[in-house]
């Protein structure tokens, strides 16, 4: 019996010495995952001998058997609490052993491995499905882009779909002038079924307000007059009707596009007007035009007073690829057209278009000079200018009126090409200017773009406007 206790003893003597051993081994060897470690228990160290005879051969016995994966993991976090406990070994424990147990564990443990193997192979089905979802949406992608490809290559097949464009853009360019003309001119006619004196009133306030002008204004209502007496008209739609054909007629007697005389080289074109309605941009516009039609171009810089004039011009010239004759600021406008043309004459150059500077029509000595132009360049080529257009700003109203009259007057004006129809509600002007003075409008500008320079068609331009 007392040998039976000494072992006891001994044995719980033992196990106090290699408390301490085996948790300095436990985590020294966690890396090496120790299966071999047989648990120790807390109790064995504090419980006394004879307590210690069942609690130990309860706890000796299992060792022998091969412990599991679960069995040793809960030992270790029984180790950890005993290291805790103690005052010493807390601030070795705590930041050494909870980090380190949980990597230990995750690795051996087959059932978390597993989800792992699961995800990722639930994981590459998707992945591999992207691309078929890529493919079958392929034919469906050309499908959608076969009828856009189709509809931008059909207005090359032929000119009806190109002349739509440029009409709906003219269209779009006179919508100001719509709005303050043939709109309202269609709300007089809104529930009007008989012609009466009111009706021809309204019209005839309207016209004037839209700048078409006195004379032309009276012209067109006693027109409209004279039919209503006749019984020629029925209703106030034929009336309106009959309105359409008087403006288009009336503006058909100036519908004279410019053309080319190839027999003269080169064909000359003198620009004027005054300040700021556009010279410039219309030459740039007209040199586009006319390398277009296969002519060659050259570019006079007359315009010698505005500051950066040649260069702007320059610029034209560039993007272009025409020359541009040239001097310097301040220098005689009329030396320089007659330089320019020489240039032409001596390069068999189809058309000189000449620049000159902008000037009010009320200064005589600027009047004057432009004058001495026309004659210096006679003297050169005595059917030169060719063509004097004067460029009209549209949205000076009638004051375009007074410039076209004096410009007329001093150089001869030839041709008329109005601008700027798409930034006014003004333009009912062209109408008071087919009138007035029975002058050919050669183009009419509708828009920035170059091809917003339009010749000047009569039927168009009364469609675009009231359609």
Not at 273 to 284: P, Q, R
Request: charged residues 30%; glycine residues 6%; proline residues 6%.
């Amino acid at each position: 019996m007392f040998k039976k206790l000494r072992s006891i003893f001994s044995s719980s003597e033992e196990s106090q010495e290699k408390a301490p051993e085996v948790v300095e081994q436990s985590q020294e060897t966690q890396e090496n995952k120790p299966d071999d470690i047989k648990p120790v228990d807390s109790d064995v160290v504090e419980l006394d001998a004879v307590s210690l005879v069942p609690e130990v051969a309860k706890k000796i016995t299992p060792a022998k058997e091969e412990p599991s994966a679960d069995l040793v993991a809960e030992p270790l976090e029984k180790d950890v609490d005993v290291v805790a406990a103690k005052p010493e070994a807390k601030p070795e424990a705590k930041p050494e052993v909870k980090p380190e147990v949980k990597p230990e564990v995750k690795p051996e443990v087959k059932p978390e491995v597993k989800p792992e193997a699961k995800q990722a192979a639930e994981v590459k089905p998707v992945d591999e499905e992207k691309p078929e979802q890529a493919d079958e949406a392929r034919p469906e992608d050309e499908a959608k882009q076969a009828p856009v490809i189709a509809a931008k290559s059909a207005p090359a097949a032929g000119e009806e779909p190109a002349k739509q464009g440029m009409f709906a853009r003219m269209k779009a360019g006179l919508s100001r002038t719509k709005a303050n003309l043939s709109e309202k001119l269609g709300n007089l006619f809104l529930g009007k079924k008989e012609i009466d004196d009111e009706l021809l009133e309204d019209i005839e306030t309207l016209l004037l307000t839209a700048d078409v002008g006195v004379e032309a204004t009276s012209e067109i209502i006693g027109r409209l007059t004279d039919r209503v007496t006749r019984n020629q008209l029925a209703d106030a739609q034929a009336l309106h009707q009959s309105l359409k054909q008087e403006l288009a007629a009336l503006l058909g007697q100036v519908e004279q596009p410019l053309v080319v005389d190839t027999q003269c080289k080169p064909y000359v074109i003198l620009m004027v007007g005054v300040n700021g309605v556009g010279k410039t941009t219309t030459i740039g516009k007209l040199t586009k035009r006319f390398q277009a039609e296969g002519k060659s171009v050259m570019l006079a810089a007359g315009d010698t007073f505005r500051a950066a004039a040649v260069e702007q011009l320059q610029v034209w010239g560039q993007r272009n690829n025409v020359p541009v004759i040239a001097q310097h600021t301040g220098a005689d406008s009329a030396s320089v057209l007659f330089d320019a043309l020489q240039s032409a004459q001596t390069k068999n150059v189809d058309v000189l278009i000449a620049d000159t500077a902008g000037r009010l029509q009320n200064k005589d000595h600027l009047m004057q000079e432009l004058e001495k132009v026309v004659r210096v360049m006679r003297k050169k080529d005595i059917s030169a200018p060719h063509e004097v257009m004067l460029v009209l700003d549209a949205g000076t109203g009638q004051n375009a009126m007074s410039q076209a009259r004096i410009f007329k007057d001093a150089v001869g004006v030839t041709g008329i090409t109005l601008t700027k129809l798409d930034g006014t509600a003004k333009g009912g002007i062209i109408f008071a200017i087919a009138k007035q003075l029975q002058l050919p409008i050669r183009y009419i500008g509708v828009g920035e773009q170059i091809d917003d320079l339009r010749p000047f068609v009569a039927e168009e331009f009364v469609a675009a406007l009231f359609d």
